[in-house]
């Protein structure tokens, strides 16, 4: 049996009923005597007035179902009560308009745009009915793939929202959503006239400042978005204010300012974490990797449910190289997030910087075999590229380099941008195991498929490079020039096989050319810091000096740099205040470099701090354990710590290590260096073996 509604409740709903209609309560029994109306009339509208208040009732219900479980099921019984009283009233805005929202919500979309259009043909500034199609255009972008059809319906949600701004010009949401457009339309000076306008009546309105500093960041204006945030944070200091002020700094790459406007977001409240992550992200960003740590540890009380921030705690404790650290905090993000790639990366990377290669590859193979299981559906094939990848360099970093080609052949199969990732990883795993000629014939075999493929080109051109063939080299170079922008990365590819080669003179004229086709300031940088190191071969250090100086006044914290200039001056037993600090500034940049790890040691060995050196040395041999020059620094060491036998060994590994470097890094005078102490140290050994059993006994 039906239910029927109470006296009370079914008075309540005509009361609301009858006022969506347009029409006071006493209307229903009072009728205008100036319009008499017949009794059928007046049953119609009663009829579609109690349709109209069950399906009310009946989307009342549906919404609380929707909200709970996300089904629909109940949609159907609002619309065909709707539907009936539409039928009674069929020029009745109202009841269309409720029919098209409960159309909608139900995603019966074309219909509740019919609906909707129908609404508007009778009441052209019903606000409900614009808001709806504005709603539904705007949602549905994302399933358009066409770009004629996409660009039309953007037109269309753009005509909405400038209706609902023409009927009701204070109503923000329709100004947020109209810039949203005109910037998909690529008109910035439309969005940032309707931004202005609804700063202009709210100020402090988080989501228009937002919109507009970004707008005008994207636009190159970017210190006109600090001043407009810095205006508006003195007038109305608030947590989001300072926060946007703090994306505006970063993205102008003040970092300092950026620092101090994310901490007074803090400060103002402590306990959103969106603040935190700003701060910490900058922080990060400047190095300062222990206060970065505290930031993390405060956002995992926070949020403590969040892997990424264990996930940042562990990479800020490998950074320190506190190893035992990084990999707790490491375990409680899988634990939070099992299977999560990039958590699978980060501990795969943990155990490479301890050496620990047999633990990395044991996770990557136990992460592709989970993967690949029947059970757990179908893999992703991009995820297990990322794997194979991953596998492939953690053999490669083992030097177990037949392993690592296997696992790039199966991350070719993975799709067609997998296999030309895997043709460059299979050519540097041949590179790196030395088998330059083998290298080469994998590169030209790529090529074959893909013959204007620079990556493959450039490739091909530093194999020769390497194998010494600096003209062979510079032609296949020269091949990629354009006459365009691009060159610029071209002409520093060229002066850098052309210092390989030892063709200097060559190498410093397409060094300059770099220089002078740099337009950013990263490229500017990269074209100095050739130069200091084509100065640095040629012994020309006063010039070396200064351009790796300018490198460093326009990016104190490039590690690279700091790291070539303090060893130079290193080496050379000058300055050695000056190198200490550079060289430690790239050391706690990147703990585990092992180019940076020798730096450092044989500052100290030039400091007469053998001890330290000796540390310094053994932990760089671990990362880069058949560097010939690494190894002729720890048998120095050995030698002035007077462990001739160490030394002895260390420097006859150095000398077997120079006679198996590519021809364009072995350098006669360091391995005849070698050589010599080998000999002289072994003289002297044998000397004193003999002169010890002459001793009476």
């Known amino acids: 049996m039906r239910k029927t509604l109470s006296a009370g409740i079914f008075g309540v709903l005509v009361m609301s009923g009858a006022q969506a209609f347009g029409q006071s309560p006493a209307s229903t029994t009072a009728p205008r005597a100036t319009a008499p109306t017949s009794t059928s009339t007046t049953a119609n509208h009663a009829q579609a007035l109690y349709y109209f208040t069950l399906g009310h009732m009946q989307e009342l219900q549906f919404q609380e179902q929707y909200e709970a479980t996300g089904k629909v099921d109940l949609s159907s019984d609002a619309i065909d009560s709707y539907k009936k009283a539409l039928a009674l009233e069929p020029n009745s805005p109202v009841i269309m308009e409720r029919l098209a929202e409960v159309e909608a919500a139900s995603q019966r979309i074309r219909d509740a745009v019919t609906q909707a259009q129908d609404v508007l043909k009778i009441a052209p500034d019903n606000l409900d009915a614009h808001r709806l199609l ?145 701060l910490a992200d900058t922080l990060l960003t400047e190095n300062k990797f222990a206060d970065a740590l505290e930031q993390y540890r405060k956002l995992t009380q926070i949020e403590p449910g969040t892997a990424e921030n264990y996930l940042r705690m562990s990479q800020l404790y490998r950074q320190l190289g506190k190893f035992s650290e990084a990999e707790s905090s490491l375990m409680r993000a899988k634990q939070l997030a099992p299977g999560n790639l990039e958590i699978l990366d980060n501990e795969a990377l ?52 037949p392993a690592a080609l296997q696992a790039y052949a199966d991350l070719a199969k993975q799709s067609d941008a997998a296999q030309k990732r895997a043709e460059l990883l299979t050519i540097d795993t041949y590179r790196d195991s030395r088998d330059i000629d083998r290298a080469i014939a994998e ?214 290590e120079w006679q198996k470097v590519l021809p364009a890094d072995f350098e006669a005078d360091k391995a005849n260096e070698v050589d010599a102490q080998v000999k002289t140290l072994k003289k002297r050994m044998g000397q004193k073996s003999s002169a010890d059993s002459n001793k009476p006994q």
């Open 134 to 278: 504005a709603r539904i255009y705007v949602r549905t972008l994302g399933d358009i793939t066409d770009s004629a059809a996409q660009a039309s319906q953007v037109q269309k949600a753009t005509n909405e929202w400038q209706a609902i701004l023409r009927i009701a010009p204070d109503d923000p949401e329709a100004g947020l959503w109209l810039s949203r457009l005109y910037r998909a339309q690529n008109r910035p000076d439309d969005a940032e006239k309707v931004l202005r306008n609804v700063l202009q009546k709210s100020p402090d309105d988080g989501d228009a400042l937002e919109q507009l500093s970004q707008l005008l960041i994207d636009e190159g204006r970017s210190q006109e978005a600090i001043a407009l945030l810095a205006q508006v944070a003195d007038q109305f200091a608030s947590p989001g204010v300072y926060d946007l002020l703090g994306d505006a700094y970063s993205q102008a790459k003040q970092y300092p300012k950026a620092e101090d406007a994310y901490k007074k977001a803090v400060d103002m409240d402590p306990d959103d974490p969106g603040h935190r992550h700003g």
């Open 350 to 401: 943990l155990y490479e910087d301890q050496g620990r290669y047999d633990d990395a590859v044991r996770v990557i193979n136990d992460a592709i075999t989970g993967m690949k299981d029947p059970s757990n559906g179908t893999p992703s094939a991009g995820a297990l590229a990322i794997l194979y990848e991953q596998l492939g360099d953690a053999y490669r970093h083992a030097k177990n380099y």
């Open 443 to 656: 590169a030209r075999k790529a090529l074959v498929s893909s013959p204007n493929d620079p990556s493959l080109t450039g490739s091909l051109a530093t194999l020769y490079g390497d194998k010494g063939d600096a003209a062979t080299a510079t032609k296949i170079l020269q091949g990629l020039l354009k006459g365009a922008d691009s060159d610029q990365q071209v002409y520093l590819d060229i002066a850098e096989v052309q210092e390989h080669g030892k063709k200097y003179a060559d190498a410093e004229l397409s060094a300059q050319k770099a220089e002078q086709m740099a337009h950013q300031a990263q490229d500017k940088q990269s074209a100095w810091y050739m130069l200091g190191a084509i100065y640095e071969r040629e012994k020309k250090y006063d010039q070396a000096s200064e351009e790796f100086q300018k490198v460093l006044d326009a990016d104190p914290n490039n590690a690279p740099t700091l790291n070539y200039y303090g060893y130079m001056l290193a080496d050379r037993g000058v300055r050695l205040d000056d190198a200490s600090a550079m060289i430690q500034k790239a050391v706690s940049q990147e703990p585990n470099n092992g180019a940076y790890l020798d730096s450092l040691g044989w500052l100290y060995y030039k400091q007469n701090k053998f001890t330290d050196a000796e540390t310094y040395l053994r932990k760089a041999i671990a990362l880069e354990g058949d560097d010939p020059t690494i190894l002729s620094h720890l048998g120095n060491v050995y030698l002035k710590l007077g462990q001739d036998q160490k030394a002895a060994e260390t420097l006859e590994k150095s000398a077997a």
